[in-house]
């Protein structure tokens, strides 16, 4: 038989070699024209063919983010157990405010640079507002509050926010209970790493404001280590 032939003979064929066009087995003409087994139009792509973000937007936009993810989770158990009784408030930020200051003045150091780049993408890049768009009008059905800024602001405002919560749990506590001066120690550390967090932030800022370009933008990257 012909190669011709097998074409004819094989219905499918033609669509098996197109779906060998692009990486992910199917070709651009195909995602509107292809059809399930049972005749049904197949459905669209959930986003457009475009890339929204190149690999050097993602890492500019979340550098240290999965580093501020584990570290919340982490944080999370960890205060979760001493809610339960099984640790201390105190002894959990004074054993991480070491791993706080690292992870969150690596990401809050990019957040000016992230933010610029994100708005960038934004302005010149109709994938990118088509992709964002979209996930908002996802997301809207769990929550009115999606907004990747907004989001992207939430590790900043997360670590400048533990000495409030510290002084909360002290006002809680008696001064004659054994943790009470332990939660003093570990208030002082966390103030301190809130002020060189938003000192550092602050010289970041009058870099760009200078015109000068910003620290940030020059190394990138997921993770602070």
């Known amino acids: 038989m012909s190669q011709d032939d097998a074409a004819r003979a094989s219905p499918g064929a033609e669509r ?25 139009a197949s459905p669209a ?10 690999v050097t937007d993602i890492q500019v936009i979340f550098a240290g983010v999965e580093s501020c993810t584990s570290l919340a989770l982490s944080m999370s158990n960890l205060l979760a157990a001493a809610a339960r009784g099984e640790c201390n408030v105190s002894s959990v930020f004074l054993d991480k405010w070491q791993q706080i200051e690292q992870v ?18 934004v302005a010149r890049n109709p994938a990118t507002s088509a992709f964002l768009r979209e996930c908002d009008d996802l997301s809207r059905q769990h929550t009115t509050a999606w907004d990747l800024p907004s989001l992207l602001i939430k590790p900043v405002q997360r670590v400048l ?4 919560f510290l002084r909360s749990i002290m006002e809680c506590t008696e001064p004659h209970d054994p943790e009470y001066v332990q939660l003093q120690m570990a208030l002082r550390q966390m103030e301190g790493v809130a002020s060189r967090i938003n000192e550092s932030k602050k010289r970041m800022d009058i870099v760009g404001q200078h015109g000068f370009e910003h620290p940030a933008a020059q190394r990138s990257g997921f993770r602070s280590g």
């Open 161 to 164: 926010k533990y000495p409030l």
């Open 16 to 40: 098996a070699h197109e779906s060998d066009l692009d990486d992910d087995g199917r070709s651009s003409e195909s995602w509107a024209d292809s059809s399930s087994d049972d005749g049904r």
């Open 45 to 54: 792509p959930l986003f457009s063919a475009a890339l929204p973000f190149s």
């Open 104 to 121: 969150f003045s690596f990401y809050c150091s990019r957040h000016e640079a992230s933010i610029a780049r994100l708005s960038d993408m």
